[in-house]
């Protein structure tokens, strides 16, 4: 018989991390985490089994149904928007292939077991792609999920389309071929730039914010290169991982959309560089915008609008921008380089 779990796709990074200490410690699920790389020690107690390989993997992949059963996939694996920018077409592979492979695997899984698989999805604010004129961020000021979805990287692309394409598999696909219904329950948060205490980003727009917090709190200083008055939208880890779960968690009947925006704080560059030096006074932030970095920054939103995910599934983040820095990164961040 073959074991009912739940498979984490990219768990080793940012996201995976959070998601995994928060399902494992509630002992809600079996856990079949998958990454390219290894999972940190930590978080070993709380997974059946770790597979490290790549999700284009086809064969791998083909095996691993044969052994589990899996009824949810979290499928946080991506490249980032810094990153793919590097390598259009290997990012292309990665988050537009990997997706598709799985969404398969999910619809085939679901006429297996002749029941419903739910596929949850991170998307990004990299969907949006702000107007190229100076104002257009205060002019349209919480932008709303179907707004502006025309998105300047090849990340921002890649997502938009898979979210398209999970919509297609869970409403539209038709088996021609078959009988048996396909159930995919495709659900997706589009998250804004995320701040961990734990972990450090690597390959992406929105890190400037984590990797000053994380100079700052080794006692080093740090060159920004996003501009004193980038406004995007950011939220605290733990916030990300409640999102998915609360997301996966809600009544079917109660969602009006399979995408949602979800956000909780909005500073500018300069505010969140007065927040650190507050916290870390020998810390010295100067900034030097790099203009390919900052052109992608200048066309995500300062701030969406997450009301379809305030009503529809009680969504609402615990940590503003002050209880963010006072209850959760600078008692963590503290802790982690003492
Ligand atoms: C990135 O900067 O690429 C990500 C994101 C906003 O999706 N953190």
Not at 2 to 16: C, D, Q
Not at 105 to 122: G, T
Request: hydrophobic share 40%.
């Amino acid at each position: 018989m073959r074991k009912k779990v739940v498979l984490i796709t990219g768990a080793s990074g940012e996201v995976g991390q959070a998601l995994i200490e928060a399902i494992g410690q509630s002992g809600s699920a079996e856990l079949l985490t998958f990454d390219l790389n290894p999972l940190p020690e930590q978080l070993r107690q709380y997974v059946v089994r770790h597979v490290q390989g790549d999700l284009l993997d086809t064969i791998l992949l083909g095996r691993l149904v044969t052994e589990y059963e899996i009824d949810t996939i979290y499928h946080l694996a991506a490249m980032l928007s810094k990153s793919s920018e590097f390598r259009p077409d290997v990012a292309h592979q990665v988050n537009v292939s990997g997706t598709l492979g799985l969404l398969r695997l999910a619809s085939e899984q679901s006429q297996w077991r002749e029941s419903s698989i739910q596929f949850l999805f991170p998307s990004s604010i990299a969907v949006y792609g702000m107007p190229e004129i100076a104002q257009s961020k205060s002019l349209y000021n919480k932008v709303r999920e179907w707004e502006w979805n025309q998105p300047r990287t090849m990340y921002g692309c890649n997502k938009l389309y898979c979210e398209n394409l999970g919509v297609y598999y869970s409403q539209y696909l038709r088996q021609m071929a078959s009988s048996q219904p396909v159930m995919v329950d495709f659900r997706c948060v589009r998250f804004p730039g995320l701040i961990s205490a734990v972990t450090v980003p690597t390959g992406g727009t929105s890190d400037f914010a984590p990797e000053m917090l994380h100079a700052a709190a080794q006692g080093q200083n740090y060159l920004c290169w996003a501009r004193e008055d980038t406004r995007i939208p950011f939220m605290a880890m733990p916030d990300a991982a409640r999102a998915m779960l609360q997301l996966a968690h809600a009544p079917k009947a109660a969602l009006s959309r399979r995408v949602y925006n979800v956000t909780s704080f909005s500073p500018g560059a300069q505010e969140f560089a007065n927040l650190v030096q507050e916290a870390f006074p020998n810390c010295h932030v100067t900034f030097q915008p790099d203009n390919k970095r900052q052109a992608i920054l200048d066309s995500w939103p300062a701030d969406v609008d997450d009301s379809a995910a305030r009503t529809d599934w009680g969504w609402m983040p615990e940590y503003n921008l002050f209880d963010a820095f006072q209850s959760y990164l600078l008692p963590a961040i503290k802790a982690r380089y003492r």
